[in-house]
């Protein structure tokens, strides 16, 4: 097992509803577009697939999906939405579990690269996704750029949403490259908070690059979101895209 945090049942169950507007038609749409051009006529392999907020979707599309997933829990949601001959999920780390067969695409989405917590273990999922591409098919990935722009001197803490119903911020370890993100989430209307916190290493795209160079993958396109819009050194995030040489 790798050093990825695991998702607990309760978790688990609320994730769907917690994430309602990441699962929106105007969310997904350009999402789905994207992986489903890439995938072509060949099949998929979502790693970290979860609940199958993406996954299923896909498949629904006409596109073959297989999943990876560490979680039990979040994998027993999914699978109340679809059942394992359709989409078929192995439960393993993304670093190093192997599902049989050859896939034209394989995708990481929603910052999940960022649970592995050591370098080593990122550049393993590199290879990982590696192993299973075909020759000529494409590694994405989803990923926020770190926001250490927003530190000013002595500061180690960034807010990213502040909202009746949720307050979060990260808090930076600037030496091993490791975040904590904490949640604060009202739950119903006595006042009351649930914290939360998980930890993240993140990189940046340049790291991710040598990643890929290391896989033997290489850099064929980077956009600042699913629905192609520039990469530039103002976008919060990027989704990049490495080719595996035919």
């Not at 629904?60 to 979680?71: D, Q, T």
């Not at 600037?174 to 908070?193: A, K, N, P």
């Not at 290391?214 to 064929?220: F, S, T, V």
Request: proline share 6%.
């Amino acid at each position: 097992m790798t050093s990825s945090e695991l998702w607990t049942r309760a978790t688990a169950d609320r994730y769907d509803a917690e994430e309602a507007e990441a699962s929106s038609a105007a969310v997904l749409g350009p999402t789905l577009a994207f992986l489903a051009e890439l995938a072509g006529d060949g099949r998929a392999l979502e790693f970290a697939i979860g609940t199958g907020r993406v996954g299923v979707p896909l498949r629904e599309r006409g596109v073959p999906v297989v999943g990876i997933e560490l979680s039990e829990h979040m994998a027993a949601v999914l699978r109340r939405k679809i059942d394992e001959e359709t989409l078929p999920v192995v439960i393993g780390d993304m670093a190093t579990t192997v599902v049989p067969g050859g896939f034209t695409l394989v995708y990481l989405v929603y910052n999940t690269i960022t649970n592995l917590l050591t370098q080593d273990e990122q550049v393993e999922c590199f290879r990982n996704a590696a192993r299973h591409l075909e020759p000529g098919g494409r590694f994405v990935i989803e990923l926020g750029v770190p926001p250490l722009r927003l530190l000013p001197p002595g500061q180690v803490a960034v807010p990213f949403d502040v909202s009746q119903q949720h307050l979060g911020f990260d808090t930076f370890d600037l030496v091993e490259q490791i975040l904590v993100s904490h949640h604060f989430t009202r739950d119903g209307d006595d006042g009351h908070y649930r914290r939360e916190n998980s930890r993240h290493r993140y990189a940046w795209p340049a790291e991710l690059d040598l990643m890929a160079r290391i896989a033997g993958l290489e850099l064929e396109r980077r956009v600042a979101d699913w629905d192609g819009s520039p990469f530039t050194q103002d976008s919060a995030k990027h989704v990049s895209v490495w080719r595996k040489p035919a």
